[in-house]
């Protein structure tokens, strides 16, 4: 018999292992014993052990902070990462998340991010790159912190090192190879400069509490927890959503791994889709109810709000997700919301050539799914020929129903219209939002248009 063999036939085999992904979340090995076996038999025989049920006896008695049950989560867990993995989740990142955690937290000015389940740090290390490379005037004089935590002690220990091998940089072009790295050895080592608001530490994702507030584990504006959960059993991810969600700041941002997407996410967050990405949002607190408005007086919520969940859209398209999503919907009652495509209409009963009036029932009837809403957005802009937000929500409207070309055509209408306006200037009706921030939207659709 092999030594894996006899591992498997111990009787305290299943006990150990059960032991092992109660205490890990690991259910992936719960149909590989034969890969469970093999690990296990590469830390037997430890110290004078060498049965499964001594092995098992001196993990007890040691408990999670011992040397040798940490050598075994080191055995266990799989690392496999590298810089900008998913690209289009950073750039989805970098179009709205971040513009929108800047603008949220412009008083404190304060930004905190979580990579849980970072691995060897590529993840955290790519986002104090992106952050430098394109908000680096917006963050000056900003605390900053990206904290990055997991269970493999050695993968931490590499993490803060930040020098890799080939692999972990593969894709990575020559130009963002040298703004990134300096060659030490034959290896490439982090610049100084992107490490500087950069942390690692060691933090188990499904033992004790989150958030844990001695631990600076709560209150993060972003946190990526990506291809993590794929290992955890379905009771274990349904926690672990539940715990990041509370680990959030109101309107703060979930990134997960494209197969961890799931319904709870759905139920807990605000899926707000861009090209090639989903970002998963957490709503804000309502305030303190707003006064009813005064007919003709409504005005949508900024137009990167993401919808609650409960107000998708009637149309939605088959294949793919949408975009940035419309704005919010004026409240969440319904009552409330008939009462503002009232307003809206009473608004164009008073002046039928006012275009923002026409535009805003276009959001309403997108929101409620009733009306026409294209034909008021193109309404707007027959009166408004430079409403450029009136272009952007054609554009959204035409993509929902399927219709690319005109999509296409007005999502470059939008784009002509800021050509030589200033980065900083507040688009009209957008709640806030800048030129730039729309500018890096419409980059997101018109990207790979060729293609
Ligand atoms: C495949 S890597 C993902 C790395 C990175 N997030 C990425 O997507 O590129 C999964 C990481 O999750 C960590 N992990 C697994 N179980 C964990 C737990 N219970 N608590 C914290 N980290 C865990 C593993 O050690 C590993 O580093």
């Given amino acids: ?11 305290a085999f299943p006990r150990l292992k059960a032991m092992v992904i ?71 990142l970098r179009a709205v998340a971040i513009p929108e955690c800047l603008r949220r937290n412009r008083n ?15 993840e955290a290390y790519t986002l104090e790159i992106l952050l430098k490379q394109h908000f680096a005037d917006q963050l000056d004089g900003w605390q900053v912190h990206i904290v990055g935590t997991d269970i493999n002690a050695n993968f931490l220990e590499q ?100 197969a961890e997407a799931g319904p709870q ?17 957490k709503q804000m607190e309502p305030a303190a109810p707003p006064p009813p408005p005064p007919p003709g007086r409504w005005a949508p919520a900024p137009v990167g709000t993401p919808r609650p969940a409960a107000a998708k859209p009637s149309v939605r398209p088959a294949a793919a997700a949408p975009a940035v999503p419309p ?45 026409d809403p294209v034909a008021a957005f193109k309404r707007a802009l027959y009166l408004d020929s430079g409403f450029v937000l009136a272009d952007y929500h054609l554009a959204l409207a035409y993509w929902r129903r399927g219709r690319l070309g005109p999509a296409q055509r007005h999502f470059r209408n939008a784009c002509d219209a800021l050509a030589g306006r200033a980065d900083d200037e507040p688009i009209a009706e957008g709640g806030g939002l800048t030129v730039r921030e729309l500018r890096g939207m419409l980059d997101l659709w018109l990207s790979g248009e060729e293609a």
């Avoid at 164009?348 to 009036?357: F, G």
């Fill in 1 to 11: 018999m092999t030594p894996i063999e006899t591992i498997l036939r111990d009787p």
């Fill in 22 to 92: 109660n205490a890990t979340g690991l259910a992936y090995y719960a149909d590989k014993d034969a890969a469970f076996a093999e690990r296990i038999n590469r830390r037997l025989p430890y110290g004078r052990v060498t049965s499964v049920g001594g092995y098992l006896a001196a993990l007890e008695a040691q408990g999670p902070g011992g040397a040798e049950y940490q050598g075994l989560i080191n055995e266990l867990t799989v690392g496999e990462t590298f810089f900008f993995r998913y690209i289009e989740q950073f750039d989805a």
């Fill in 108 to 122: 404190s000015r304060l930004l905190r991010i979580w990579s849980a389940g970072c691995s060897i740090g590529p």
């Fill in 159 to 258: 993490a803060r090192r930040g020098a890799y091998g080939d692999w972990a940089v593969r894709g990575l072009s020559p130009e963002t190879l040298d703004a990134c790295f300096d060659r030490l050895d034959r290896l490439w080592s982090v610049k100084p400069k992107f490490r500087q608001w950069t942390s690692f530490m060691p933090f188990n994702l499904v033992e004790g509490t989150i958030p844990s507030y001695p631990h600076g584990i709560g209150l993060f504006d972003i946190i990526l927890c990506r291809n993590v959960m794929i290992y955890f059993d379905e009771a274990t991810r349904h926690r672990l959503l539940g715990d990041l969600h509370k680990a959030l700041s109101d309107g703060g941002w979930l990134v997960v791994g494209h």
């Fill in 265 to 281: 996410l759905n139920e807990l967050f605000t899926p707000v889709s861009v090209p090639g990405a989903t970002l998963y949002r």
């Fill in 327 to 371: 704005p919010a919907p004026l409240d969440e009652a319904a009552g409330e919301r008939s009462t503002a495509l009232e307003s809206c209409l009473a608004r164009i009963e008073a002046n039928r050539l006012d275009p923002t009036a026409h535009y805003q029932l276009g959001l309403v009837e997108e929101e409620l799914g009733v009306g």
